[in-house]
């Protein structure tokens, strides 16, 4: 069994930075390839980034390409999402993924394990 807690949410004003992190229990978790997702009012859950198990690969949303960098530490089980330039459009509760592939996760399918979220306001 695999547990994510993120942390690192809050409320910023447009073009502040905020940093989220992933805490993984859990065996295997440098098996796993890892995502963030995020959910705001009223709309469905979308992929915002995601990390290969071994720091290969990464995957973007439009939206947040060149803003936001995904990132892990296999040593510390953690999974960081560095997000800078945030607009009052990415507002949502942000949740971290495990899966097994990060071109499914992309996709909206293959995530095993979810985090419980985090809440990031962005005011204007």
């Known amino acids: 069994q695999v547990q994510l807690v993120e942390s690192g949410g809050g409320l910023v004003q447009a073009g502040e930075s905020l940093r989220l992190s992933c805490a993984v229990s859990?065996?295997?978790?440098?098996?796993?390839?890892m995502g963030w997702f995020r959910q705001a009012p009223g709309k469905e859950r979308q992929f915002v980034a995601g990390i290969s198990w071994n720091r290969v690969s990464t995957a973007y949303t439009d939206s947040v390409k060149g803003r936001f960098t995904v990132s892990r530490d296999n040593a510390k089980n953690a999974v960081y999402l560095q997000m800078n330039g945030l607009r009052p459009e990415d507002t949502a509760v942000y949740y971290c993924a495990a899966g097994n592939r990060i071109q499914d996760m992309s996709r909206g399918y293959g995530v095993d394990y979810w985090g419980q979220g985090t809440l990031v306001t962005v005011s204007s």
């Open positions: 859990g065996r295997a978790f440098s098996t796993y390839a």
